[in-house]
């Protein structure tokens, strides 16, 4: 049970940063007025589909991210030209349905050869019935059918290209933005239940105990009360334990701690350090924590934000330089293998860690990468200066190479993950 706890709480982890990225993307989107067509998490075949009002929400295979697709951003309708022979429902001379295939096989519809139509902008259809020309409106939601699938037209004002600069540039924008406001939120409900250290403490507490050292031959606790070392009473003072430990290379140490109120005592040897020389117990203090008020809440959520954030660009600095190697890189494998780790240690540190996620999500989506969102607030600039937007086929051009590296380097990195599971390393 604890495994699928663990399993379910790493996929959700996931959803939950993806689809905030997305929302932020969608709501303003509709709020400017564009037809949003999809609503998906993931990429690659769909697993679940399901339509709700003018858009489709799916989950598809490939858990590495997610896309809102807005009416204009691509080609997306079945051309229809003059002479085309068509079927149409029509309600109050009002077109709401237009067939392009298996024209015998309607009913209730009106069945012709297209004139003229223009379903952009005028939203006008003449069609032409055994020598007679009737001439309709086209519902702005009327639904193109072809090949067994229903596509609602998009008149020139639901498109993404007709709004103003301010309004696409916001819809993309939100979704990094809406990373942020989630890796605040957690960030601060980190705090909230983990407490932040004591400024000036009374005591120590053991904050971890190392595998195959001598403090892990005890029962030495992590969150036991550091009392004394060899009688002399430790208190907040951390330098004073580090000191004795130091100076008892292969000379036993009586150890006292407090657990639960109540005294225990251990005997343990420190362990020569080969690179160092000193003794080592293989543990660490750990100092009290106290809990946040509400104000501070926001202070230490701040500048949690602000060190991590330093901490994400010095990563992307030695990516540049080139200071890394292949075994450092991780993907979507590693991603979720680390996450499953922390999950296991619980809700506290999982909730810092999904805010680490959020935060770097939204960094990582704003750099001016072709296929992120920080390419196109680039070309977006771009239009504001010139005062006319870049070739839409050449900006689809630069993405799909971009999207075409990004999947290339997601696959090394992938490969690399895989490797590393199979040799047992983490």
């Known amino acids: 049970m604890h495994t699928i706890q663990v399993v379910f709480l790493t996929v959700m982890v996931f959803f939950v940063i993806v689809t905030i990225h997305e ?17 998906a998490i993931g990429f690659g075949p769909k697993l679940f589909s399901i339509k709700r009002g003018e858009t489709r929400y799916t989950l598809r295979l490939v858990p590495a991210g997610g896309f809102v697709r807005m009416a204009g951003e691509d080609p997306e309708l079945v051309e229809i030209h003059p002479g085309q022979t068509v ?19 309607r009913s209730n519809v009106v069945r012709g050869e297209v004139e003229t139509i223009d379903i952009e902008r005028k939203l006008k259809l003449a069609l032409s019935a055994d020598g007679i020309t ?11 059918i072809s ?27 939100a979704g990094p933005v809406m990373n942020f406001v989630l890796a605040f939120v957690l960030f601060g409900l980190y705090f909230q239940m983990a407490g932040v250290p004591m400024e000036n403490p009374d005591r120590l507490l053991i904050g971890s ?7 892990s031959q005890t029962d030495l606790r992590v969150g036991d009360v550091i009392d004394s070392v060899n009688g002399e009473k430790i208190g907040g003072d951390s330098n004073k334990m580090i000191e004795l430990i130091s100076k008892s290379v292969d000379v036993p140490l009586v150890f006292n701690v407090l657990r639960d109120g109540k005294p225990i005592s251990f005997k343990i040897t420190p362990k020569k350090d080969p690179t160092t020389g000193v003794g080592k117990l293989g543990i660490s203090a750990a100092v009290p924590t106290r809990s946040v008020t509400f ?15 330093i901490m994400i660009f010095d990563g992307f600095k030695k990516l540049i330089l080139g ?3 292949m075994e450092d890189l991780g993907g979507p494998v590693r991603t979720a293998q680390v996450t499953s780790q922390i999950a296991d240690e619980g809700i506290v540190q999982l909730t810092s860690w999904v805010a680490v996620l959020s935060l770097y999500l939204g960094i990582f989506n704003l750099l001016p990468i072709p296929a992120l969102d920080g390419s196109r607030l680039v070309f977006l600039g771009f239009e504001a200066v010139r005062g006319r937007p870049v ?3 050449r900006e689809s051009m630069v993405h799909f190479i971009g999207f075409a590296m990004l999947m290339l380097l997601m696959l090394a990195v992938t490969y690399n993950d895989i490797l590393r599971l199979v040799r047992g390393e983490h």
């Open 87 to 105: 079927a149409v429902r029509v309600k109050d001379n009002t077109v709401t349905r237009i067939y392009l295939d298996r024209l015998d096989d």
């Open 147 to 173: 090949k067994g699938k229903e596509t609602q037209i998009a008149p020139i004002d639901r498109q993404f290209g007709s709004k103003t600069v301010g309004q696409r540039a916001l819809a993309i924008v």
């Open 295 to 309: 104000g501070e809440t926001f202070t230490y959520a701040g500048k949690a934000m602000k060190n991590m954030t």
């Open 391 to 393: 070739d839409p086929n």
């Open 134 to 144: 009737d001439s309709y409106d086209v519902h702005p939601q009327a639904l193109l």
């Open 23 to 39: 929302w932020g993307h969608f709501y303003f989107a509709k709020r400017a007025g564009i037809l949003v067509r999809e609503f």
């Open 209 to 215: 105990v190392v595998e195959g050292m001598p403090a």
């Open 323 to 325: 200071d890394f190697k």
